[in-house]
C-alpha cells in the first residue's frame, strides 16, 4: 500500500504532534501502579503524521519519515550491525546511522524492489528476502510480467556491505516459493560457513522458471516443494557460491498434537481409555497419524454389512473383524475425502513456516508454521530436527516465536487476518490474534497464558500480535512487541501465567476515513534504544523511562548489554557484564517482591553505594563480604534473586 | 496446496470469462482518474459495522441464500485513496485477472459469511460455533479488503452476494457460481441440518469451499501479469495460506464428527 506525502506533510512534519503523555508513576514504588485508566491509545486522533499519540513508561526519542523512493512504501523488518539499523522497505532497503538516536542519519540506502524485503546481517554480508512476483535480479522497477521469467528474483538477496554506501550483490539464491522471511544461523562449531534457514509462503514457482521446482504435493511427487524448508549455506570465504544444501522435511509424520484446553489429566484419561479400548478389541483407526477408537455404532453396520457380503447371517465371525480391521482406515479415509496415497503420504498440515527464531545458545528453534508451533534441535544447521509440536484451537496463523533468555519458556505469535485486518477491536476475542506463552522443560512446551493488546483500537487499525525481541531486563522475561496500527506493547511475561503490560506508545490510525496499511511492523531493543519500523511514517525511537514497573536502576543494566549485531529471527543469549546498575537491580526486584526485608535492602544498598565509592583491594574486598553475607542469606521468599544478586556482587568484585 | 487431490463435488468453473463477464467489469486496466478527480457515486454507506444484516433465514426450505448482500459496500473512495493506486499502478499495472480476482472473492466470501451464519442456530458442538465466528470475523473484514481495492481504481464493485456473481448477459440476469461455493440444492441442505448432521455438512461444505479458494488464487497466479500489485498479492497470498491452514484444521474435525456419528 502506498502513501501520497504531500509536502506540507512531511515539511510539518515534527511540528504539530500532539503527544499525550500517559499518567506516568514514581519509580521504586513496591507496589505497581495500574496502567493508566481511561486508557489513553483510545479514541486518538487520525493522521499520517500528525496522528494523535499516546506513550506510558516510554519516551519518544526521534521520529524519521522514509526519504524517496521508499516513502508511500512500505517499511518491513530491521537489522542491526554496529552504528546502523537496516530497514526493508518494499522498495529496497535504508540504512539508518544511529549515532546520534535524536536525529537518525541515512547512511546509505538501496533502490531495488521486492516483498518483503526483510533484512538480516552477518559480518559483512546483507541478506534480503524476495517473495512477490515483480521482484527482479537487476533491481528494476517495472517489475515482470510474464509467468516465466529468467529476470525474476524469489529468493535470497546476498550483498557485500563491507562499503556500506556500495553495497556489491555478491549472490543470489532462488527458491522455490520464495522468501517471505529468512533466518541466520551460525553454527558455533563451524565458522567458515554461515546458514540461512528460507520460509516462503507463496505460490510455487513453474519449473520452467526454476528447474526442479515441484508444485504438486509429496504423495503424487516426492519432490514437492510443499512440506518443507530450504537451508541455504554460504561460505564466508567465497560467498558468491551460496547455495541451497537441504531442503528438510520437519513436518514428515506430524501428528496433531493436543489443544491446550485439555487438562493434563484429560489427556490421560483419555489416554488410559484408548489403551482399555485397544486391549479389548476395539476397533482402532488411524488416520493423518492420530489414532482413534472406532465406537459400535460406527463398526456395527460395517460388519453387518462384511457378514451379508459372504452371504451370511448372525453375528461376525473373527474373520469378518479381521477383514474390517484391514480396510476401516480405507474406509474413514474415503469418507472424508483423504484419499489412501495421501494417508500414506506426508501428514496434512503445514507446508512451510513463516519465521524461525534461532537460539544457537541452547541449540533450538522455535518454528512458527501455519496451524502449528514446533520445537527444532538445530545442533546440526543443515538438518534441523522436529523434537515438539503444539497446537492452539485459538490460533489461525502461528506467526513467530521468541525464548525467554533462559530458554524455560517459548512465547508464539498468532498472526490472525495476515496483519491487513482490524484485530483487536473491542468485540475481537482477546485469545483470537494474540500471543500464545508456554514454559519449555525437557523439551515439552505446555501452554500457560495468552497476551494481547490490552487497548482496543478501531476498526481502522490493522492490528495483531506481530514482531518482537527481548529488552535484557535482567532476572525478568520482559518483551517489547509491534502490533501494527495497534503501537508497540512491553510486556513482562516473568510470570508465565500472567502477563502484564509495563509501556506503550500509540498513534491514531493513519486515515481518519478508512482502513490504511500503516503501523510498527517490527520493534526490537538494540544497545539501549527500541526500535521500530513504522510501515508507512519511517523509522522511530523511544527509550524506557522508570516506572513502578521497570526501576532506572533495571534500565541501566539492560543498557550494559551490547550486541554486535542483531537479526529478527536470531535470538543471541543475553549476559550482563558485572555493574553496580545489575546488582542494584537485583535490589529493586526484591523490593518489588518484597524479597528481602526493608532494612536488609537499605543496607545492601548503602554497602553498595560505599564500596561504589571505594577503589582497588578495598572495593574488591567490600563487595565480597557483601557478597558473602548475601550467600548466608537465609529466609527470603525470594532465594533465587538473592543468589543472583550475591554472584552479581562477587562478579563485580573480581571485575575490580 | 493439495493441488491435485481436489475433490470438488460441484464446482461451476469459471469459465469464458471474455464472454461472460460481470457487467461493467473492465476487459484489462484502464488509465485511472487523475487524483483530486470526483470520486465515484458512493454504494454503500461508511458506517458498516452497525449494519450487517443477519444475511439467512432461519427457513428449512431455504434454497440460495436470500439476495441479500451479507456485508454493505465500502464508502466513497478518498481522493487521496485514489491518488495512492494511481501511484500503486504506475509502479505496477493491475490486469483483468487481478479485477476478476477481487470481484470474484467477493461473491465467494460472502456465501461463507452466510454458511457460518447458519451455525449458531444448527451446530452440534462448541468447536463448530467458534470456527464459524472465526470465518465470518475473517471474511468480513476481507470484503471490506476486495471492496475497497476496486473501488479505488475506479473499478465496479460487486455487493456481497451469498449466491454469487451477478452478470448481465445477452439481456438476462445470471448469477454464477465461483469455484468451491455452494449450489443452491447444497446451501438448502445445510440449512436443513441440525447438530451432529449439520457439523458434518457444514465441514464437508467449508472444506469445499475454501478449496475453492485456494483454486481461484491458483488461477490469478498463473495469469500472465497478476499478482503483481502489491496489495493483490498480499491479499491472495494470506488467503491462500489462510484457508489451507483452515482446510487441515477442518479435516481432523471431520474424520472426529464422522466417527461420532457411526454409519446409518
Known sequence: MSYSLSHRARGGLLVGLVAFLGACVSGGAPTPAAAPKPDPRVGLRAGLFDAAEAAWNLRVVSKTPSPEPFAGQTNSDLAFAGKYAIQGNYAGYQVWDLSNPAQPVLAASLHCPASQSDVSVYGNLLFVSGEGLSGRLDCGTQGVRDTVSSIRLRGLRIFDITDIKNPKNVANVQTCRGSHTHTVLEDPKDKENVYVYISGSAGIRSPNELPGCVRETPDVNPNSALFRIEVIKIPLANPERAAIVSSPRIFNDLVAPPQHGEAPEDRANAERMMAAAKASGAFMIEIEGTTMVAPPQFTRPLLDSIVRARGGSGAATREDSAALRANINDIVGRMVGITPARRNGPRPGPTQCHDITVYPAIGLAGGACEGYGLLLDITDPVNPRRIGAVADSNFSYWHSATFNNDGTKILFTDEWGGGGGPKCRASDPTAWGANAIFTLANRTMTFQSYYKLPAPQTSLEN?????????????????????????????????????????????????????????????????????????????????????????????????????????????????????????????????????????????????????????????????????????????????????????SVHALASAN | MRRTAYRVAVVTLLVGSMACRASGVATGPRPLPAPGAPAAPARGVG???????????????????????????????????????????????????????????????????????????????????????????????????????????????????????????????????????????????????????????????????????????????????????????????????????EIARMEQMLVAVVLQRGLP
Open chain 2, 47 to 245: 458506517s458498516v459495522d452497525a449494519t450487517v444484516p443477519t444475511g439467512v433465514a432461519a427457513s428449512d426450505t431455504l434454497t440460495g441464500f436470500p439476495d441479500t448482500p451479507v456485508v454493505l459496500t465500502v464508502g466513497p473512495s478518498s481522493a487521496a485513496a485514489i491518488a495512492d493506486a494511481v501511484a500503486d499502478s504506475i509502479r505496477h499495472p493491475y490486469t483483468t485477472a487481478d479485477v476478476e480476482f477481487m470481484s470474484g472473492m467477493i461473491g465467494h466470501h460472502a456465501q461463507a459469511i452466510a454458511m457460518a451464519r447458519l451455525a449458531p442456530d444448527r451446530a452440534g458442538s462448541e468447536a463448530i460455533r467458534t470456527l464459524a465466528a472465526r470465518i465470518i470475523n475473517a471474511q468480513v473484514d476481507e470484503i471490506r479488503t476486495m471492496q475497497s481495492w476496486l473501488a479505488d481504481r475506479r473499478q465496479p464493485v460487486p455487493p456481497a452476494n451469498p449466491n454469487g456473481m451477478t452478470h448481465e448477459m445477452g439481456g438476462m440476469t445470471h448469477t454464477m457460481l465461483m469455484p468451491g461455493m455452494l449450489t443452491p440444492e447444497q446451501v438448502a441442505a445445510l440449512a436443513r441440518s441440525r447438530g451432529t448432521d449439520f457439523d458434518e455438512r457444514f465441514l464437508r461444505f467449508m472444506i469445499q469451499h475454501h478449496r475453492g479458494a485456494t483454486a481461484m488464487v491458483r488461477q490469478l497466479f498463473s495469469a500472465p501479469g497478476a499478482g503483481e500489485d502489491e496489495l493483490v498479492f498480499k491479499f491472495a497470498s494470506d488467503v491462500n495460506v489462510d484457508q489451507s491452514t
Open chain 1, 463 to 647: 492490528c495483531v500480535a506481530h514482531n518482537g525481541k527481548l529488552i535484557p531486563i535482567p532476572g525478568r522475561d520482559v518483551m517489547v512487541q509491534s502490533w501494527y496500527q495497534g503501537g508497540i506493547s512491553v510486556f513482562d511475561w516473568t510470570d508465565a501465567a500472567r502477563p502484564v503490560e509495563i509501556a506503550f506508545h500509540d498513534r491514531g490510525p493513519v486515515d481518519s476515513t478508512r482502513m490504511g496499511n500503516g503501523g510498527s511492523w517490527s520493534v526490537y531493543w538494540y544497545n539501549g534504544l527500541i526500535v521500530s519500523s513504522e510501515i508507512a511514517r519511517g523509522l522511530d525511537i523511544f527509550e524506557l523511562t522508570p516506572s513502578a514497573y521497570l526501576t532506572k536502576n533495571e534500565i541501566d543494566a539492560a543498557n550494559t548489554v551490547r550486541f554486535a549485531q542483531l537479526n529478527p529471527q536470531g535470538q543471541p543469549k543475553i549476559v550482563w557484564p558485572a555493574s553496580f546498575a545489575l546488582s542494584r537491580a537485583y535490589v529493586d526486584q526484591l523490593e518489588r517482591s518484597s524479597g528481602l526485608p526493608a532494612r536488609r535492602l537499605a543496607d545492601v544498598r548503602a554497602k553498595l553505594s560505599a564500596a561504589e565509592g571505594m577503589s582497588g583491594a578495598a572495593r574488591s574486598e567490600a563487595l565480597h563480604a557483601l557478597g558473602r553475607s548475601l550467600d548466608a542469606e537465609t529466609g527470603s521468599s525470594d532465594a533465587a534473586k538473592v543468589k543472583l544478586l550475591a554472584g
